[in-house]
């Protein structure tokens, strides 16, 4: 079993003018099955819309993300390495959406996630991805998305979720967990988690039609990264970060 060691401290937010103090103890992580789809894809539109700073880079709409991240809920879930987080009153508070690639499919092989230019940058980041990728490395496990509430970060939820992916990642074949950091918060992570960045694109280089920079993030995030580590069985020797 892995070594549960996220923070049991609770961070207090304000709802409808009361101080709303979650229950981090009280949450709980599974994985994602055909049930959860639909609850699945309203968190994403949700949470992660308003929350992630390459859609706010591009005033992504809910009308525009809505068919895209059903698609990416029905792609992934399928595959049983995904998962949810659920809080004291069984709603999801987070998911990790994750689905196995294996060597020899196409270099640029993906789940259809995101609106034409969002999706451009993600083709950036995986072009010719398996030259990267150690030679004895022939399926990993990839993530797609990785969110959690707002008002549940800073416990290392997000990191409680890789650990029971890798472990069920390795059982279906998958040596190694592949991921994009397109945010500050999810490229320290990864850090954390020992992750190496295979190829990292600047902002500054994705210019649209006008010749400026497509994504101009509000946090200040300036490159996206393809992020690697291979797959170690039972390793409980990694903490979980207050980041996400």
């Known amino acids: 079993m892995l070594r549960n060691v996220f923070k049991s401290a609770c961070r207090r937010t304000v709802m409808n003018g009361r101080a709303y103090k979650p229950r981090i103890d009280a949450v709980t992580t599974s994985f994602a099955t055909l049930n959860d789809v639909d609850e699945m894809h309203e968190f994403l539109l949700r949470d992660y819309l308003h929350n992630t700073s390459l859609n706010a880079a591009i005033n992504l709409t809910r009308e525009e993300a809505a068919p895209r991240y059903r698609a990416t809920v029905e792609h992934c879930v399928p595959f049983g390495t995904s998962t949810v987080l659920r809080n004291s009153e069984n709603s ?12 020899g499919q196409g270099d640029d092989s993906q789940s259809p996630t995101t609106v034409q230019t969002i999706q451009d940058l993600g083709k950036v980041l995986n072009k010719n991805k398996w030259e990267l990728i150690p030679a004895d490395v022939s399926t990993v496990v990839y993530a797609d998305i990785g969110s959690v509430d707002e008002r549940y970060r800073g416990h290392g939820l997000l990191e409680k979720q890789f650990h029971l992916i890798y472990e069920e990642a390795q059982k279906a074949g998958a040596t190694a967990f592949m991921a994009e950091g397109t945010s500050f918060a999810s490229q320290r992570v990864f850090a954390k988690q020992g992750f190496t960045v295979l190829r990292e694109v600047q902002h500054q280089d994705i210019l649209g039609a006008d010749g400026k920079p ?6 200040g995030t300036r490159s996206a990264q393809l992020v690697f580590r291979r797959l170690e069985p039972r390793r409980t020797d990694m903490l979980y970060s207050n980041e996400l």
């Open 92 to 103: 999801i508070i987070g998911i990790c959406l994750t689905f196995l690639l294996h060597r």
């Open 214 to 219: 497509v994504f101009e993030c509000p946090d």
